[in-house]
């Protein structure tokens, strides 16, 4: 039934540049601001997507050139997935507010399943965010 979490799909689009989702919840999207700030300059040269409202702010407060999926409540966590199941993100930066219940916990551990599924780096806090980040640009 179960095919290797190594096997590309066959609609994997490759990329030169970095594809890189961002995601944060409410508690969090000021921390997502200043590390996005931090890395603005590295940040730019990527493809970015982000969930609605987190976008906007990256958008209107950094800058940044940004696709917007729907908010996350709304289905954003799981246009993410999507785009991740198919090859088609890089690394997800997941600011996630472990202290607050979300009407959407299902969405969010079906997007936090799919890149473990496909092997796709995921920082679900700000350390590991910036570790990511770092690596990322060390390579660009
Ligand atoms: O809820 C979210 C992630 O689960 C984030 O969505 P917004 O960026 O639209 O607030």
Not at 72 to 98: S, Y
Not at 115 to 138: E, F, I, K, M, Y
Request: aromatic fraction near 2%; hydrophobic fraction near 40%; include cysteine.
């Amino acid at each position: 039934m179960s095919t290797s979490p190594a096997q590309k799909p066959a609609t994997r689009t490759p990329s030169d540049r970095p594809r890189i989702a961002l995601i944060a919840h409410d508690r969090k999207k000021d921390t997502m601001v200043a590390l996005a700030r931090e890395f603005a300059p590295y940040l730019k040269t990527c493809t970015l997507m982000a969930t609605g409202t987190t976008g906007g702010r990256l958008v209107d407060e950094v800058g940044l050139q940004v696709e917007r999926m729907l908010s996350g409540p709304w289905g954003g966590d799981l246009q993410i997935g999507a785009r991740l199941a198919v090859g088609e993100v890089d690394a997800v930066i997941f600011l996630r507010d472990p202290m607050t219940p979300q009407p959407h916990e299902p969405d969010i551990n079906a997007l936090v399943r799919a890149c473990d599924v496909h092997d796709v780096p995921c920082a679900t806090n700000l350390s590991s965010a910036r570790l990511v980040l770092a690596q990322l640009l060390l390579k660009a």
